[in-house]
T-cell receptor, first 115, second 115 residues
């Protein structure tokens, strides 16, 4: 069975500092990988996704994630965070070509950006 | 209205009450999902509907009863719930439920408290 591990439940960081949110997955088949962000009192929004091709994917607001198959990781990074990046971030994996679009989520990492 | 909407946003109910959660998507999608989000736990997929047909029931207790009258609307009927059912219930939709290319769009959720 597939699973996703986000080891850090909370990551405090100062504004303009770099950040990395870790995500590891386990899967016996090819996977698609996603990062979702949840701002307070809102639903989840897709931040970026890896489907195929370049292992480095970027979002429009400066986040990037790199798919590393050998390490089964999909860590999320941003070189300089803003207060507005404070949110919970969820890593997710889905089956390749599965009959149902099932997303398996990690437990989430709360990114707390401090001034 | 745009995207995925959920009503009510907050609900408090006793264990003997019967209530319903409503989800509506304005994206022209054909698949809809119910998730349960509890503190410190991964999002749990509850039900999946594709073209109004239920394709996934993730061993959800019968006190949760979904209904999908058309591709735009999804309900979750609740009766004789337990306090441990208190959580944020998220609705999502995607173009269809097969294949991982379909991005899921989430509503803001209903915060349910069972007394």
């Amino acid at each position: 069975a597939q699973s996703v591990t986000q080891l850090d439940s909370q990551v405090p960081v100062f504004e303009e500092a770099p950040v990395e949110l870790r995500c590891n997955y386990s899967s016996s088949v090819s996977v698609y990988l996603f990062w979702y962000v949840q701002y307070p009192n809102q639903g989840l929004q897709l931040l970026l996704k890896y489907l195929s091709g370049s292992t480095l994917v970027e979002s429009i607001n400066g986040f990037e994630a790199e798919f590393n198959k050998s390490q089964t990781s999909f860590h999320l990074r941003k070189p300089s965070v803003h207060i507005s990046d404070t949110a919970e971030y969820f890593c997710a994996v889905s089956d390749y070509g599965g009959a149902t679009n099932k997303l398996i989520f990690g437990t989430g990492t709360l990114l707390a950006v401090q001034p | 209205e745009t995207g995925v909407t959920q009503t009510p946003r907050h609900l408090v109910m006793g264990m003997t009450n019967k209530k319903s959660l409503k989800c509506e998507q304005h994206l022209g999608h054909n698949a809809m999902y119910w998730y349960k989000q509890s503190a410190k736990k991964p999002l749990e997929l509850m039900f999946v509907y594709n073209f109004k047909e239920q394709t996934e029931n993730n061993s959800v207790p019968s006190r949760f009863s979904p209904e999908c009258p058309n591709s735009s609307h999804l309900f979750l009927h609740l009766h004789t719930l337990q306090p441990e059912d208190s959580a944020l219930y998220l609705c999502a939709s995607s173009q269809e439920s097969a294949g991982a290319y379909n991005e899921q769009f989430f509503g803001p959720g209903t915060r349910l408290t069972v007394l």
